[in-house]
Nanobody, 118 residues
Framework: QVQLVESGGGLVQAGGSLRLSCAASGRTFTTMAWFRQAPGKEREFVAAISWSIGAYADSVKGRFTITRDNAKNTVFLQMNSMHPEDTAIYYC???????????????WGQGTQVTVSS
């Protein structure tokens, strides 16, 4: 049974940093990603990693970094210089159907809340 378990969310002040983790179990994945969903908004792409190559939404480029530890089957999202607009529930996803930036993935985690105060 495949499971994706996120951790690392919390409350941070604007300009601060957080590191999210997503531990996968049940199988390994070539491509994993992070999405986020703010209240009243659609789920949006944040970053994806295929093998060791990262891709980013324009809104987080230069501030967020996605990495992976294949030995631990875990993906990380390092978030720096955070803005209040980064406040959302962050979801880990794996096994995309089509483009990595579209929210069409086979597997999803339960999400972790990230709140950035101004």
């Amino acid at each position: 049974q495949v499971q994706l378990v996120e951790s690392g969310g919390g409350l941070v002040q604007a300009g601060g940093s957080l590191r999210l983790s997503c531990a996968a179990s049940g199988r390994t994945f070539t491509t994993m990603a992070w999405f986020r969903q703010a209240p009243g908004k659609e789920r949006e792409f944040v970053a994806a990693i295929s093998w060791s190559i990262g891709a980013y939404a324009d809104s987080v480029k230069g501030r967020f970094t996605i990495t992976r530890d294949n030995a631990k089957n875990t993906v990380f999202l390092q978030m720096n210089s955070m803005h209040p607009e980064d406040t959302a529930i962050y979801y880990c996803a794996a096994d995309p159907v089509g483009s990595v930036s579209r929210a069409q993935y086979i597997y999803w985690g339960q999400g972790t809340q990230v709140t950035v105060s101004s």
